[in-house]
């Protein structure tokens, strides 16, 4: 009887034993996801989305971490931290992203959207989509997967004097351009006719309208609002001369060692947090137009006669700049993704698809 019960016994400790091996390996098989966020309400709640149907989809089997990006550094130490393993997803500036992947810059050409849609849209075209990412595959030795891409702003223009309708009434007004200092923007500005163009830092815009040093600046409008620009502008011009991106780029390496199941996962997050971002963007600037509107500011919506004009200008000078670093193939692949894009966009779509995943913005 004794031996019995010793072997009953060392059957129990045996299967005790085993169980809690399977516990450890069950927790040992949980990954963790880095996501290095932008700090926009909107891009946490895209990246918040995104964590939201991860962890969700896959049981726990992934966990996903959400940080603010500035804690690691500048935004392109950032994609460098992704390339090396060290984050798995960060939504990427245009800039951040420039020095890895030229090509990149190919979606700031001046006007190439004749609307914020066609901007939502283009990467979900799946033809233009599968050549774009196999090209950043490429460029980034095969270590940055693109996901998706959102709206991160529509470039306007802001002036002391105006009201400016066309380029030459930049000329016209003797406008001081403030604008990062980028080719792109310098030479597109000084095109359309600006006087001068002055190239100082963002936190200075302010105090240069407010003395003279500059008459007139551009950027996104939440952003002008928020920095308080408006205070000393009076004009705003909806040119809608540029559309950034931010980009949902993924590690590689990560992806490819996920199952099947779990890689379709990671790619309808990715499409979910752009979608969130996207509907997030377009509130934030439809409010700040509301408030400068309601602040008495003089607001000029170009006609599609006055747009063509802008746009003239700003494609020829955004190609010409843009051809140095984006292969042709490239270019010509954007243009025709455009030109489909256009051509079918569904608003009823596009705003059923933004009711369902309002909730994430709440």
Same mark, same amino acid.
């Given at each position: 009887?004794?031996?019995?019960?010793?072997?009953?016994?060392?059957?129990?400790?045996?299967?005790?034993?085993?169980?809690?091996?399977?516990?450890?390996?069950?927790?040992?098989?949980?990954?963790?996801?880095?996501?290095?966020?932008?700090?926009?309400?909107?891009?946490?709640?895209?990246?918040?989305?995104?964590?939201?149907?991860?962890?969700?989809?896959?049981?726990?089997?992934?966990?996903?971490?959400?940080?603010?990006?500035?804690?690691?550094?500048?935004?392109?130490?950032?994609?460098?931290?992704?390339?090396?393993?060290?984050?798995?997803?960060?939504?990427?500036?245009?800039? !951040? *992203?420039?020095?890895?992947?030229?090509?990149?810059?190919?979606?700031? *050409?001046?006007?190439?959207?004749?609307?914020?849609?066609?901007?939502?849209?283009?990467?979900?075209?799946?033809?233009?989509? !599968?050549?774009?990412?196999?090209?950043?595959?490429?460029?980034?030795?095969?270590?940055?997967?693109?996901?998706?891409?959102?709206?991160?702003?529509?470039?306007?223009?802001?002036?002391?004097?105006?009201?400016?309708?066309?380029?030459?009434?930049?000329?016209?007004?003797?406008?001081?351009?403030?604008?990062?200092?980028?080719?792109?923007?310098?030479?597109?500005?000084?095109?359309?006719?600006?006087?001068?163009?002055?190239?100082?830092?963002?936190?200075?815009?302010?105090? &240069?309208?407010?003395?003279?040093?500059?008459?007139?600046?551009?950027?996104? *409008?939440?952003?002008?609002?928020?920095? $308080?620009?408006?205070?000393?502008?009076?004009?705003?011009?909806?040119?809608?001369?540029?559309?950034? %991106? %931010?980009?949902?780029?993924?590690?590689?390496?990560?992806?490819? !060692?996920?199952?099947?199941?779990?890689?379709?996962?990671?790619?309808?997050? $990715?499409? *979910?947090?752009?979608?969130?971002?996207?509907?997030?963007?377009? &509130?934030?600037?439809?409010?700040?137009?509301?408030?400068?509107?309601?602040?008495?500011?003089?607001?000029?919506?170009?006609?599609? /006669? /006055?747009?063509?004009?802008?746009?003239?200008?700003?494609?020829?000078?955004?190609?010409?700049?843009?051809?140095?670093?984006?292969?042709?193939?490239?270019?010509?692949?954007?243009?025709?993704?455009?030109?489909?894009?256009?051509?079918?966009?569904?608003?009823?779509?596009?705003?059923?698809?933004?009711?369902?995943?309002?909730?994430?913005?709440?």
């Amino acid at each position: 009887m004794k031996r019995i019960g010793l072997v009953v016994l060392v059957l129990v400790f045996a299967c005790a034993s085993i169980a809690a091996a399977g516990q450890r390996e069950e927790v040992e098989d949980v990954r963790e996801i880095v996501f290095a966020s932008q700090s926009f309400s909107y891009c946490m709640a895209g990246a918040n989305a995104f964590k939201d149907y991860v962890e969700r989809e896959t049981d726990g089997a992934l966990t996903v971490t959400v940080i603010d990006w500035k804690a690691l550094g500048d935004d392109r130490e950032v994609t460098d931290q992704l390339r090396l393993g060290e984050i798995e997803v960060f939504n990427a500036t245009t800039g !951040s *992203l420039s020095g890895v992947i030229p090509a990149v810059g190919m979606t700031n *050409l001046p006007f190439l959207f004749e609307n914020r849609y066609v901007g939502w849209e283009l990467f979900n075209d799946e033809e233009y989509f !599968s050549y774009v990412q196999d090209a950043w595959l490429k460029q980034s030795n095969n270590t940055i997967r693109l996901l998706g891409a959102s709206e991160n702003s529509i470039r306007n223009l802001y002036t002391t004097r105006g009201p400016i309708k066309v380029p030459s009434d930049l000329t016209e007004y003797s406008i001081k351009m403030r604008t990062p200092a980028i080719p792109m923007y310098t030479e597109l500005f000084a095109e359309l006719g600006s006087t001068q163009i002055v190239t100082l830092g963002a936190a200075e815009r302010y105090s &240069a309208l407010q003395s003279g040093l500059m008459d007139g600046t551009e950027g996104g *409008l939440a952003s002008a609002w928020q920095a $308080g620009l408006l205070e000393v502008c009076d004009y705003v011009t909806l040119t809608g001369h540029m559309f950034d %991106h %931010h980009y949902y780029i993924f590690n590689n390496d990560f992806y490819e !060692s996920l199952s099947p199941e779990f890689q379709k996962i990671i790619d309808e997050a $990715g499409n *979910l947090a752009a979608w969130v971002q996207n509907i997030g963007v377009r &509130a934030a600037e439809a409010e700040s137009l509301q408030m400068m509107k309601d602040a008495g500011k003089v607001i000029h919506e170009p006609t599609p /006669e /006055e747009n063509a004009q802008w746009r003239e200008i700003g494609v020829r000078v955004g190609t010409r700049i843009l051809s140095e670093s984006v292969p042709a193939e490239y270019m010509e692949a954007t243009f025709d993704a455009v030109e489909r894009v256009s051509a079918s966009i569904d608003m009823d779509a596009i705003d059923s698809q933004a009711e369902r995943v309002s909730h994430y913005l709440d």
